[in-house]
Every structure is written in C-alpha cells, then in structure tokens.
C-alpha cells in the first residue's frame, strides 16, 4: 500500500487545482454580487449591499426570474410525473417492445440542445403555435423527462419486487401497491429527480432561446445583458439560488439518512 | 445508453429479472403510456419535422423566410460547403475540451473516490463542490471566464511571466478561451462517472498490484485504469455531446470569425436570416454524425452493457 501511495501525493494536487479551476467562477460571481458596479459589472469597484438590499433594482430581473421559476415549476411538476411512471414501467414491466422504449428515452440525451431546439420550434411553426410560456414548458418538460426517467430507474431497481407481489397477493390493485408500496419507497429518488429536473430547466439556455419568443426567462436575461454588462442583482439572484439549492440538497441528504435510521 | 445513471449513482447490478405477477405487469404497461407519448409528439415528431425541413425549398418570388415542402436534396452539399469550417471546429474543439476534461477530472474523481473513501463526510464534501456549478447560473458562470482570461487579468499576466503566452499574447476572444470554458462547462459530467464507476473499484486490487511489485504507475494502467473505463466512456460521451452543440461558450468568450461553432450557425440561420432549411441541414448533420460516433465508440470502447 505505501508503495502504491508513493507517488501518490501528486494526484492530491492535481485534484485540487481542478477543484480550483470549478469553484473561481462561482467564487467571481459571488463576490461581483458585492460589487459597488453602478450599472455595468466588469471590473470591481469596491464593496456594497446595495444589489443585495435591491435585488429588484434593475429592469426586468426580476421578472426574468419569476419566469424561470414558473417555466421550473410546472415542467418539473410534469415531467417528475411522467418519467417516474416510465421509469417504474421500464424497470418492473416485461412487455414487448422494451428495448425501443429505452431507446426512446435516451436518444433526447445523446441529441445537442441546439437540434432539440431547433426541431421543436420547427414543429411549433408548422403548428402554428405561438412561441411562449407554454411551448418553453412543453420543451422543458421532454429534456427533463430523461434524466427524470433515468435516475428514478436508479432508485426502482433497488427495490425487491417481492414487495408488490406482497400487496398484490393481499387483493391490492396495481394502482393501490404502486401508492401504498412502491411511492413512498420511491420518494427519496423521485424528490432528487425532481430537484435535478428544476436546476435543469432553471438553468437552460439553449432551447428556451429556441421556444420561447418573447417569453423572459433569468439565462436569457443574463445571456442578452452579457454585452453591455450584467447588473449585479443578477449575481445576487444567482448566488442566493446557490445558497437554497444547497440547503436543498443538505435537507434530501439529511432526510434519507432519517430514513435509513428508522 | 444508461450513462446517465451515473449521475444518480446506479445499481451494482443489472436491473432484477424475476418474474412478475401478471396483473402487476398488465398495471405497468399502462404507467408507460403517458410518458411514451409525449416523447413521440415533442421528440420524435419534431426530428421528422426538422428532416423534412432539411429538403424544403424556397418559394420562387416569395418572401424571405417562405418555404414550401419539396425534395431538394442540394441543400445538403450546399450547407456543408459553406458551414464546413464551422461544423468541423465543433467537433475538433469538443474533442480537445473532451480530453482537457478527462485529464482534469480524472485525478479528482480518483481522490474522492479512492483517497477519501471510508471518510464519508469528506467524500460528501467533495462530491457537493463537483455539482455545485449545476446551482448556479451557467451563463454567468461563463461571462466570469471572459473577466477572468480578460487581457488585463492576472491569469493573462501568468501565462505571460511564464512564456506560455508571448507578451501580447491574449486568451480574450480566441479558440483557446472558448475550449477553457467548454471544458469548464462539462468537467462535472466527466468527474461524476468516472466517480462511480473508481468508487466500485475494489482497494484490495490495488494493494495486490503492489504486492506484486508493480510501480504506482503500473498499477494504474493495468489495474484502475481498464476497470474504470466504463466511466470513462460515459464522461467522454457526457462532455463530447453536448459540448459539439454548445454555442454559449463560443459565442460569449470568441469572437466572429475564427470561434465560431454549429450551433451559433443553427441559431443565426433560424432566426436572423431565417433560413430553415440550411438551420435544419446543419441540425440533421449534426444529430446522425453524433449518433454515428456514439454507437462507434461505445462498441469500440467494448462497454456494450452502456448503451
């Protein structure tokens, strides 16, 4: 082992500066939230709360903001829906046509976000749809939707399907041993497709572009106010959402530790 | 492809055969409709949409932006001559950013999951601060890589005291800043496979490999190395895919002429000069090349269980 361990403190180093390297753009954006900037944010100019007493200060974030979390909302909502019930079908069910159904799921993933984009607005046109909440929800619901199915068949494949052979045997309907057994089983994995389903759709850029028109959403509004400078309550509303994502993700951890103790 | 089950730690094994009860098989079966469904309407209708625009031909007379259904198969040749330079960067700057990934993200995925393994807390710690970039925004994450390798910054003052940089050498709107940031982009989705699949790896393997007197780096390239490759093969494809599509980083940290990437093109044609069938040709392009070079890769690669 010590052999083994030798040379060994190169790779520790390594390893950090490539921790390094993905933390200082998030430490950057922390701190320009802090920057007395005016209204351009490119240099540092020295400390202020202003951005952070007025989050709402400049034009139109805020309202960019409340867009993402609607489009977040409902999309993840629908999309948690959809790909649990695929994921449990895909794992549990043997029926014929399986490995098409996968493949169904994945070709979204393997595909850039631009093509998605770029066929969905085309269908929308021939559709004749107008561009806007609904049509960034319904392309936000299909991206999600894979990675929702994916890591709750991570989760559905742990479970003994004895369980609902159990629920079955004791008279329950399909429907009463998926809500009564399998779901609350599921939940731990669901709530965690969940929270990757939002932190996806909250952060696209691409095909919102693509569907949205007119529609505002948080990235469109950084990606336009790039040129000119963008206003540090951007970076407040950002680092803030850090702040909760983490506290999130410390609560599913501390959760499902609860879980398992019980 | 269950590579992105790496994302959400996958089961050691397959996924469990028994035979099922009938009526728990017929429930599921319905479970599958909905879903089903909607990737058919908003996926699979929609790609045959944008292959059928690929063929679309300009309307004699008519508006710009007028198309009408037609069978022109020269709008192919045509938009690969003029965009080649474009789509071939893509991939070559995708690729590099693919292996500057792989050579960043090994070392840290091995540390949190050989080094720190048996110290949970620790290995927590460290896997938190790999995805904390997913918890905020990926944009201004990017336009702080453009102040950062800005060329009045310290890191151009670096490269530049270290004559990586020739004195009025600039990072600043060059193919290099825009390969900086994809790499940055998609190291997370390099470092969380390779992750899990180093965490399945036995630490008794590596032991006896020094047991039996071979150097550290024998050890890794006879024993880590090969049994971690299913990672491998899932990062290099998580990085690769998206990061050939990306036009966010070529176009907030490049500039017009020798950075631009597919994607930009795809926008640009689709929305300024509205000309759908050239945005669906480099679209169309674009989703056959990758689906080609996956299905080559993973089956060279011999990880067949991946997709």
């Known amino acids: 082992m010590s052999r083994a361990r030798a040379g060994g403190a190169v790779v520790p180093v390594f390893a950090a500066l490539g921790f390094v390297f993905l933390l200082v753009p998030i430490a ?9 900037a005016g209204k351009t944010n490119l240099a540092w100019r020295g400390f202020t709360l202003d951005a952070w007493r007025n989050p709402c200060g400049a034009p139109r974030v805020c309202s960019a903001l409340v867009g993402s979390l609607q489009v977040g909302l409902v999309s993840t909502l629908v999309a948690t829906a959809l790909g649990t019930l695929l994921a449990v079908a895909l794992v549990r069910g043997r029926f014929r046509g399986r490995g098409a159904v996968n493949l169904l799921v994945l070709v979204p993933m393997t595909t850039p976000e631009v093509v998605l984009g770029a066929a969905l607005v085309s269908q929308f046109l021939s559709l004749r749809l107008p561009l806007g909440f609904g049509t960034v929800v319904v392309a936000h619901v299909m991206f999600c939707l894979s990675f929702v199915v994916v890591a709750v ?6 479970l003994d399907p004895a369980l609902e052979q159990a629920a079955a045997d004791l008279y329950a309907t399909p429907w009463q041993a998926f809500w009564r057994v399998t779901f609350p089983l599921l939940l731990p994995g669901i709530a965690a497709a969940a929270l990757l389903a939002f932190s996806l759709s909250f952060d696209d850029f691409i095909v919102t572009n693509f569907t949205s028109g007119g529609f505002g959403t948080f990235p469109k509004f950084v990606y336009v106010s790039a040129a000119r400078g963008i206003p540090p309550q951007a970076n407040v509303i950002s680092s803030a959402m850090f702040v909760l994502a983490l506290l999130a993700v410390a609560l599913v951890h501390v959760g499902s530790r609860a879980r398992r103790r019980r | 492809m269950s590579v992105l089950a790496a994302l959400g730690r996958p089961p050691a094994a397959g996924e469990p055969a028994s035979p099922q009860a009938p009526d728990v098989q017929r429930g599921t079966r ?3 409709l909905p879903g089903v469904l909607y990737l058919v309407v908003f996926f699979v209708v929609p790609v045959g949409v944008l ?9 004699p007379g008519g508006e710009i932006g007028e198309f009408a259904p037609a069978l022109r198969w020269q709008n192919y040749p045509e938009a690969l001559a003029k965009f080649w330079p474009q789509l071939s960067r893509s991939f070559g700057f995708a690729a590099v950013a693919t292996l500057a990934a792989l050579v960043v993200g090994y070392p840290m995925a091995y540390v949190i999951a050989v080094r720190a393994r048996g110290r949970p807390g620790l290995q927590g710690l460290l896997v938190v601060l790999v995805v904390a970039p997913f918890f905020t925004s990926f944009i201004l994450r990017t336009v702080a890589w453009k102040q950062i390798l800005a060329d009045g910054g310290q890191v151009v003052a670096a490269l530049r005291w270290l004559h990586v940089l020739p004195p009025d050498g600039r990072l600043s709107a060059a193919p290099a800043a825009v390969v900086i940031g994809l790499t940055y982009s998609f190291l997370p989705f390099m470092v969380l496979p390779l992750f899990a699949s180093l965490e399945r790896l036995d630490p008794r393997l590596l032991e006896a490999g020094s047991d039996l007197y071979a150097s ?3 050890t890794f390239r006879t024993v880590t ?5 299913p990672g491998v093969v899932a990062g290099t494809l998580l990085t690769f895919i998206p990061a050939v599509g990306d036009y966010v980083n070529s176009s907030l940290l490049g500039n017009n002429t020798t950075t631009t990437m ?14 759908y069938p050239t945005a669906a040709v480099l679209s169309v392009v674009l989703m056959v090349s990758i689906l080609t070079l996956v299905t080559l890769y993973v089956r060279r690669a011999g990880t067949r269980d991946l997709v």
């Open chain 2, 30 to 32: 319905r479970l599958l």
């Open chain 2, 225 to 229: 190395l090969p049994l971690s490759l």
């Open chain 2, 262 to 275: 597919v994607g930009q093109v795809i926008e640009q044609r689709f929305f300024r000069t509205v000309d």
């Open chain 2, 51 to 59: 292959l059928a625009t690929s063929f679309y031909a300009r309307v």
């Open chain 2, 216 to 218: 550290p780096l024998t």
């Open chain 1, 153 to 158: 068949k991570a989760r559905v494949a742990t």
């Open chain 1, 28 to 36: 950057y954006t922390v701190l320009f939230s802090f920057n007395d």
